[in-house]
């Protein structure tokens, strides 16, 4: 069983900056690829950011591209989203995933994902 433990959301006026974390569970984060997801009120989930177990590679919705990044601290068994240039449309509640099976890619879509936050709310101010 994995537990992931998101942290760091809150309101930020447009333009701010606000870094996301989420903390793991298990012995095995290292060789988990995970994701960043969000939603938005009367919207379905969306994908914003994913790395691999290594963080040798990222990926980012086309959105986000230029001012989130995302990245992970094995060590700590902690992902983490900085986002910055924040702008109201990314108001959502934002989720991290893992993907636990041993794998070398990243992943865009939510079904590959096994396990999920509890998400936390990110709210940017015109």
């Known amino acids: 069983q994995v537990q992931l433990v998101e942290s760091g959301g809150g309101l930020v006026q447009a333009g701010g900056s606000l870094r996301l974390s989420c903390a793991a569970s298990g012995r095995t984060f290292s060789t988990y690829a995970m994701g960043w997801f969000r939603q938005a009120p009367g919207k379905e989930r969306e994908f914003v950011a994913a790395i691999t177990w290594n963080g040798g590679d990222t990926y980012f919705t086309d959105s986000v591209k230029g001012r989130f990044t995302i990245s992970r601290d094995n060590a700590k068994n902690t992902v983490y989203l900085q986002m910055n240039s924040l702008k109201p449309e990314d108001t959502a509640v934002y989720y991290c995933?893992?993907?636990?099976?041993?794998?070398?890619?990243?992943?865009?879509?939510?079904?590959?994902?096994?396990?999920w936050g509890q998400g936390t709310q990110v709210t940017v101010s015109s």
């Open positions: 995933a893992a993907v636990t099976r041993p794998s070398t890619y990243y992943y865009t879509t939510s079904r590959p994902y096994d396990y």
